[in-house]
C-alpha cells in the first residue's frame, strides 16, 4: 500500500514539474526604441497622429466624442476641452520617451502620460485598445 500512495504521490509531482516546465512567459519579439516615433510617428484608424519632433511630442487629431474607439489622445482632447469636430493640433514640450521590452512611455509637458505596446514591425497598441501604424521600418 506504501508503494502505490509513493508511485501516486511521484506521478503527481511529476505531472506538476512537466507543467511548469512548459509554461511559456510573455515575451514579446518586438522591442520599442525611443526613436521609433521620429519621423513619420504613427497614425491610428481615426487619423489621430503622433509624432516626435526634436523635443516636442506633436499631436494631430479630429475629436469625435461619439465614436465607439476610442483611445488614449481621446483623453488628450478631453483634457484640453476640445470641442466635437474640432481639430486639434498642438506640440508638448519637453517630450520624454522610455521603453522597456516592448513598452513605450511617454510624457511631455501639460501632463502628458501616454504608454503604448509594441505588437508588430510597425504597429502600436494604446491603453485603450487603439492600433497606430508608420510607415517607416525600423532599422534593425
Not at 522610455?98 to 505596446?117: C, H, P, R, W
Amino acid at each position: 500500500m506504501k508503494k502505490i500512495i509513493a508511485l501516486l504521490f511521484f506521478c503527481i509531482a511529476l505531472i506538476f514539474l512537466l507543467v511548469a516546465c512548459s509554461e511559456k512567459k510573455n515575451v514579446s519579439k518586438f522591442i520599442a526604441k525611443a526613436s521609433d516615433f521620429e519621423d513619420s510617428g504613427f497614425t491610428s484608424r481615426r487619423g489621430q497622429l503622433i509624432v516626435v519632433i526634436g523635443d516636442e511630442l506633436m499631436i494631430s487629431a479630429n475629436y469625435d466624442p461619439q465614436s465607439k474607439e476610442k483611445s488614449s489622445i481621446d483623453k488628450i482632447l478631453e483634457s484640453e476641452q476640445v470641442k466635437s469636430g474640432n481639430h486639434f493640433l498642438k506640440n508638448f514640450k519637453n517630450v520624454n520617451i522610455s521603453t522597456k521590452d516592448d513598452k513605450y512611455y511617454i510624457s511631455a509637458n501639460d501632463g502628458v502620460s501616454l504608454e503604448f505596446q509594441k505588437i508588430g514591425e510597425r504597429i502600436i497598441v494604446d491603453e485603450e485598445g487603439m492600433e497606430y501604424y508608420t510607415q517607416e521600418y525600423t532599422e534593425e
